[in-house]
């Protein structure tokens, strides 16, 4: 999923991630006048955006039923992390209710990520998964951590990354960079070929290793539900990582529309202690693994002239036929249970008949969608994987 740390669409709020995050605290505990803390926001800055954040926080009071005035905003501090953990100890949580056992991840809605862990971070939740498990849990996850150290390594080339992989598909190796550092200063890098050669072998045969291990460990974690249940329980939560501290891990996530601040999603992810909610095994369901780059720096380089990327374990939330028909039989369902309505033969099948052509609506204009985005985006949703496909030119695409 994009992570709340995400400008907001076009069409709604301009606002920059942290400040709105503090917008829907100022909102949650009765506006800019009468919060205890308006974070240094200017009152005409709030004001461009209140309605929106009122929206928002006006849905999180009411699903979560945290108390009125209770909000804080996390800010930018450090979680405190169990101390075998391995990783970054950025906390889960965005906001959270100081009188409520409400703790909250915000993200931006049409989002697709749960987890983007390096080697350390991959580690751990694998462990922590098998901890919720106890002796329940499969006996090789040891060795599928052993399986994936040596994609999940940091490499390391003359120039930068974004050159790196320009070269491997061009074949041509450059003599020369004038590149900038991380520190913004403007430097030349001269390629010793030989070593470039080599460096170009080694990313190369490390992205091959990527594409081979992917589908290994989707299938591991398709046929293995339950361990796959609580990996994502903790990459989703932080429960075990952040068990030292209430407030760094999150029970709650709040989807938020960006446009107006009403059809936000607000679901909760937890049921209680090492209990996953029915909201976090539905997305358990629909995680798709990729293992692929992480480059946070792309185009630079460090005062050396050297750049650098790292293995990363993903867990991507992209909703197929399957995941998608699911949802939309549910709220039929619920929608019937809910009716007041005298349900006669004649009445459930209108009914019945309805939902199908809206159901036929909606698909339509999802595939609609994906197709601007390319074929293997709409095989994707329908979960079809072809053996082979015959077109020319898209070997440059990765086809063969």
Sequence with gaps: MKTFKTYLEEGGSSTGATDMEQYIVIAFNGGYEKAPDTFGVKKEKYEASRKI??????????????????????????????????????????????????????????????????????????????????????????????????????????????SMAAAVKSKIIPQRQDIKTTSKKDITVVIDKKKYEEEMKQFVDWKQKMKELQPFFQNYFQTNKEFAKYFVYEAATGETKFSPD????????????????????????????????????????????????????????????????????????????????????????????????????????????????????????????????GLEYVLDFFEYEPKIVRTSGLELFGYK
């Design 53 to 162: 954040a009122e929206n928002i926080a006006k849905d999180i009071r009411s699903k979560t039923n945290a108390p009125p005035n209770s909000m804080i905003h996390f800010g930018k501090g450090n979680g405190k992390m169990v101390k075998w953990w391995e990783g970054n100890p950025t906390p889960k949580t965005d906001l959270y209710s100081s009188k409520g056992n409400v703790n909250i991840s915000l993200k931006q809605q049409g989002g697709s990520q749960v987890m983007s862990g390096l080697a350390g971070e991959t580690r751990s939740t694998f462990r922590a998964a098998v901890k919720y498990m106890g002796d329940k849990a499969p006996d090789d996850i040891e060795k599928l951590i052993s399986d994936l150290e040596p994609v999940l390594t940091k490499i390391t080339v003359q120039g930068n990354i974004n």
């Design 246 to 373: 209430k407030f760094a891990y999150s029970n709650w996530v709040v989807e938020f529309d960006p446009k107006t601040g009403t059809k936000n999603k607000i679901n909760r992810l937890s049921d209680g202690k090492g209990i996953p909610s029915a909201y976090c095994e539905s997305l358990a369901k629909k995680v798709k693994i990729r293992i692929s780059p992480k480059t946070p720096t792309g185009s630079k380089v460090n005062a050396q002239g050297m750049g650098s990327s790292s293995g990363s374990f993903r867990l991507d939330l992209k909703e197929n036929f399957t995941t998608f028909m699911e949802k939309e039989t549910k709220g039929f369902y619920e929608s019937l249970l809910l009716t007041e309505e005298n349900l006669d033969e004649i009445t459930l099948f209108g009914k019945i008949k309805n939902w199908f052509k809206e159901i036929f609506v909606k698909v339509w204009g999802k595939v609609k969608a994906l197709v601007k985005k």
